[in-house]
């Protein structure tokens, strides 16, 4: 399952109602971002999980229990349901599925040849070429398994190996998709 909104069509003022739908110990890390658009993605992507997982096991809110990692990734302790969530720009994006699954969406933008050397390997780099929007398409497949995995970026992105040519990282098969209005995300699910 996939869901997908752009913030832009939401009302911001309506951030406190929205909150009330996400688990009480989130509600200090949302109040604790100092942007307010910031606490808007993060409740708009709390809110699109539970809905992701009520849509999937026919459940209602209250028997929904989410506990976080200690590297704070979110998890349904209550069900048998795995989910990512990614925010970028003017999109929260929400994938679930019953097997291990990460994704990540970032808008296309001019990025240094420093970043690409630094993060990518030598095929990798090579086959980004000057191209910005190959740069995030790899960008995301890193994110998004090392979301799947459960570490995030702080997994560190040059530990995930991507094969373009492929559409896999480290040997898991990923879709790639590119807006109309310059954002990539990409999905990747355990076989």
């Known amino acids: 399952m996939l ?3 752009r913030i832009d069509s939401l009302q911001i003022d309506e951030m406190d109602i929205w909150l009330t739908y996400t688990p009480a110990e989130r ?3 949302v109040y ?3 942007i307010e658009v910031d606490r808007f993605r993060s409740i708009l992507g709390d809110v699109m999980m539970l809905t992701c997982i009520m849509e999937m096991t026919y459940s209602d809110l209250q028997s929904i229990k989410i506990e976080y990692s200690e590297h704070g990734k979110p998890y349904c302790t209550s069900h048998d349901v795995q989910f990512s969530v990614s925010h970028s720009g003017e999109y929260v994006i929400c994938v679930a599925d019953d097997k291990k699954i990460g994704v990540d969406i970032e808008r296309i933008k001019t990025v240094p040849d420093t970043l690409v050397k630094k993060i990518f390997s030598k095929e990798e780099a090579l086959w980004v070429g000057t191209s910005d929007e190959r740069f995030f398409e790899i960008w995301t497949a890193k994110e998004a398994y090392l979301k799947l995995i459960g570490l995030g970026i702080s997994g560190g992105l040059k530990t995930a190996q991507v094969d373009p040519e492929a559409k896999t990282v ?3 098969p ?3 998709t590119v807006t109309d209005d310059g954002y990539v995300y990409t999905v990747v699910k355990e076989n």
């Open 27 to 29: 509600h200090n890390f």
């Open 174 to 176: 990923y879709e790639v």
């Open 32 to 34: 604790a971002k100092k």
């Open 3 to 5: 869901l997908i909104r």
């Open 170 to 172: 480290c040997d898991l």
